[in-house]
Structure formats: structure tokens, C-alpha cells
């Protein structure tokens, strides 16, 4: 299986940088976009789906017994639970047709129940994070690895949030985390949020909730990088999301006891 998942990541990688390229030429064409509403701060357009279907159809062809869990276009995991690619083909949407070039795609690999790869493209920056166990994760080739410090003074920690939870408790951890010394910044891709923790560039990143495909590839990235990040399959995390908490080693237990304190329990 070992093999079988180096080809699966390094076949995403370059399917990561394809969609990528097709989501900048709608971006670039932003104008043309109409965006349909799915509910509260949740839109999605053409490029979403077609960036999917081109994942999903390069994926199918070439591993056309692996299962898949897409943002836009459902998931086909029933009957076949192994290995199973979870895809957000833009992840950022809400940035994307605001004009925002803080958005990604994000495809990441779960084989046997663990989350054992992930690639991220970011095509604005000319980016690509890549991480699978057991290998250094890299940033264009470039070794990544989490920030090694102890509590929040030392830099950003990204804080995001969504309608599908109750704001006050995170309102109350930014304030935390702010009374601790801490930035929070929200960039508007959960994704990309934690390919920025694999990478030392945040110290941390906190979301009561994210969905499967926000959460997966970053959170290989993060632990290929060595760094922490919770188990966000537990509780039946694919199907329905997860909180999600990652940072470098030695600030686990200070993103613990700040998730902790507004009534998370990680
Ligand atoms: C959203 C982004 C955002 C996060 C939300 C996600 P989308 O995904 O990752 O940063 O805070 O939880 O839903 O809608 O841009 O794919
Ligand atoms: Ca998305």
C-alpha cells in the first residue's frame, strides 16, 4: 500500500496544479461567474463544479476503485471505503468571487481510516504543499516545518469560523487569545490555514467546525510537516465535520487549554 500511496499523492500533485490553473482562468474571468447561494456565507458557482468534476473524473479514470468525497458533487463512499480522495476544488469560495486571492484546492487521501496525504494548490501564489506519511512535506520542493515555540506572542494564529456553529464561543477564544498576546487572523481558506501551520508561517490555526474536505489535506500536511493536529475523523468526522486545532508540537497543549477554556474538548 506503501507504493500505491506515493503514486496516488504524486498523481494528485499534478492534478492539484491542472485544477488549479482551470480555477485561476475563472478567476480571471470573475465577471462572467453568477454564484448560486447553498445557505449563509456558503456560495458556489461553475468554477466550484467544474474544478470538481475534473478532479473527480481524472480520479476516477486512473483509480476507478477508490471511493471520493467532494464538496460540490457528493460523496460515492458507500460500498468501497478504501482508499478514499476528499476534495475541496476551491476551497476559499467566499474569497474567490469576492476577487480575494486567498483561496485553494485541496485534495487529500484517506486509506484505511487515517489521513495519509494531502496536496494543496494555491495558484495566486504559485504554491504547492504536499505531505504524506513517513516523507518530509514540502512547499515547491522545499522542506516545511512547524513553528517550535511555546505560546502565542510569537506570531499569527489563524481563527476561522462558520454559520454552522454558535459565534460566542469563538468571539471568546479570540479573546483569549488576544489577552494572551496572540494575532488572530482569518484568511478565508481553512485550507490553506493549515498549509500555512505545516509550513512555521502561523503558529496555530482553530475552527469549532470544519467540513471533511476543508480539513483532510492540511491536516496531512501538518502532520507530515510534524507538527499536531486532532484526530478530525474520530466522531464520525468525514461524514459530518469535525472541530479542527493544529499547531507546532510545543504549542499543542496552549491551542488545548485556549480551545478548552471557551467549552471545546479536544
Ligand atoms: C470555508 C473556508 C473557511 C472556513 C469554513 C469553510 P469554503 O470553505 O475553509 O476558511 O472557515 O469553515 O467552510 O466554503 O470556502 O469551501
Ligand atoms: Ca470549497
Excluded at 516545518?145 to 481563527?159: A, I, M, N, S
Excluded at 460566542?168 to 488572530?184: K, S
Excluded at 461524514?239 to 486545532?245: D, F, H, I, T
Aim: proline fraction near 4%; glycine fraction near 12%; charged fraction near 20%.
Amino acid at each position: 500500500m506503501r507504493d500505491s500511496i506515493v503514486s496516488r499523492i504524486e498523481f494528485a500533485t499534478a492534478l492539484a496544479n491542472e485544477a488549479g490553473a482551470l480555477a485561476q482562468d475563472y478567476y480571471r474571468s470573475l465577471g462572467e461567474l453568477t454564484a448560486q447561494s447553498k445557505g449563509p456565507q456558503d456560495a458556489v458557482s461553475e468554477a466550484d463544479r467544474e474544478v470538481e468534476a475534473m478532479i473527480r473524473a481524472a480520479l476516477m479514470k486512473n483509480f476507478p476503485n477508490d471511493a471520493f468525497v467532494g464538496e460540490e458533487s457528493g460523496s460515492s463512499v458507500a460500498g468501497k471505503d478504501d482508499p478514499i480522495w476528499v476534495v475541496d476544488p476551491i476551497d476559499g469560495t467566499q474569497c474567490f468571487l469576492s476577487a480575494i486571492p486567498s483561496w485553494c484546492v485541496s485534495i487529500g487521501l484517506i486509506v484505511d481510516g487515517r489521513i495519509v496525504g494531502g496536496v494543496i494548490r494555491d495558484p495566486n501564489a504559485d504554491e504547492t504543499f504536499v505531505g504524506m506519511l513517513g516523507k518530509d512535506a514540502r512547499c515547491n520542493g522545499r522542506v516545511m516545518r512547524p513553528r517550535d515555540v511555546t505560546d502565542f506572542t510569537d506570531g499569527l494564529t489563524e481563527v476561522g469560523w462558520s454559520p454552522r456553529i454558535p459565534a460566542a464561543p469563538t468571539a471568546r477564544l479570540i479573546e483569549n487569545l488576544l489577552e494572551r498576546g496572540g494575532i488572530y487572523r482569518r484568511s478565508g481558506s481553512g485550507a490553506l490555514g493549515l498549509a500555512y501551520v505545516a509550513d512555521g508561517r502561523y503558529l496555530g490555526y482553530f475552527e469549532g467546525h470544519m467540513n471533511v474536505w476543508d480539513s483532510c489535506a492540511g491536516a496531512a500536511l501538518v502532520s507530515a510537516a510534524g507538527g499536531w493536529v486532532n484526530d478530525i475523523l474520530a466522531d464520525k468526522g468525514l461524514e459530518q465535520g469535525s472541530l479542527v486545532a493544529a499547531s507546532g508540537a510545543p504549542l499543542a497543549a496552549g491551542l488545548r487549554a485556549l480551545a478548552g477554556e471557551v467549552g471545546y474538548v479536544l
